[in-house]
T-cell receptor
Framework: NSKVIQTPRYLVKGQGQKAKMRCIPE?????VFWYQQNKNNEFKFLIN????????QIDMTEKRFSAECPSNSPCSLEIQSSEAGDSALYLC???????????FGKGTRLTVV | QQKVQQSPESLIVPEGGMASLNCTSS?????YFWWYRQHSGKSPKMLM?????GEKEEGRFTVHLNKASLHTSLHIRDSQPSDSALYLC????????????FGAGTQLIVIP
């Protein structure tokens, strides 16, 4: 069973609305990733953190998303103004360090109507 | 552009048969390969990883890696209906703290 906990499992938002999802990484894992998996099963890396610091993020994330991983609180990913193309499964994952297994949560399925 | 290419897109094998899945990276900086399995509606779970040239076997699953061609393959022998899933290949670089570059996957269907 995945020990990466994501909430909510499903999210429905109107275009232009904010969409916020949360992730509790596996205990002791300092590295957290967010990926977007579209209906064609293609993965897009969005952002990763080591402890509370952003390591890398793509342009889309920087421009349209707000993400953080505060200490002692869940990580979060928020789309500031949802678009139809944002409809996808958002997967949070965590790991101990580079080149160790990355564990995925069950995802938040976002539908933008 | 897609840096990790998987083939075939879909594969149907009979129960008890052998399933062979392929994956190639076009990024010469990658040095680790991972195979994940994702059942419908579930999260991806790591099956096997490989970093060195050669072969690695775990039960019914065997992974090969050719580092010169950046090609890896996953072979499932004695396939079971429960093996039906999306198989994802991912590659990572040592310098990138585990960021995975995924292929689009191979959808495996095992017919009873």
């Amino acid at each position: 069973n995945s020990k990466v906990i994501q909430t909510p499992r499903y999210l429905v938002k109107g275009q232009g609305q904010k969409a916020k999802m949360r992730c509790i990484p596996e205990k002791g894992h300092p590295v957290v990733f967010w990926y977007q998996q579209n209906k064609n099963n293609e993965f897009k890396f969005l952002i990763n953190f080591q402890n509370q610091e952003v390591l890398q993020q793509i342009d889309m994330t920087e421009k349209r998303f707000s993400a953080e991983c505060p200490s002692n609180s869940p990580c979060s990913l928020e789309i500031q103004s949802s678009e139809a193309g944002d409809s996808a499964l958002y997967l949070c994952a965590s790991s101990l360090q580079g080149h160790t297994e990355v564990f995925f949560g069950k995802g938040t399925r976002l539908t933008v109507v | 552009q897609q840096k990790v290419q998987q083939s075939p897109e879909s594969l149907i094998v009979p129960e008890g048969g052998m399933a062979s899945l392929n994956c190639t990276s076009s990024d010469r900086n990658v040095d680790y390969f991972w195979w994940y399995r994702q059942h419908s509606g579930k999260s991806p779970k790591m099956l096997m990883s490989i970093f060195s040239n050669g072969e690695k076997e775990e039960g019914r699953f065997t992974v090969h890696l050719n580092k010169a061609s950046l090609h890896t393959s996953l072979h499932i022998r004695d396939s079971q209906p429960s093996d039906s899933a999306l198989y994802l290949c991912a590659a990572s670089r040592g310098s990138a703290l585990g960021r995975l570059h995924f292929g689009a996957g191979t959808q495996l269907i095992v017919i009873p």
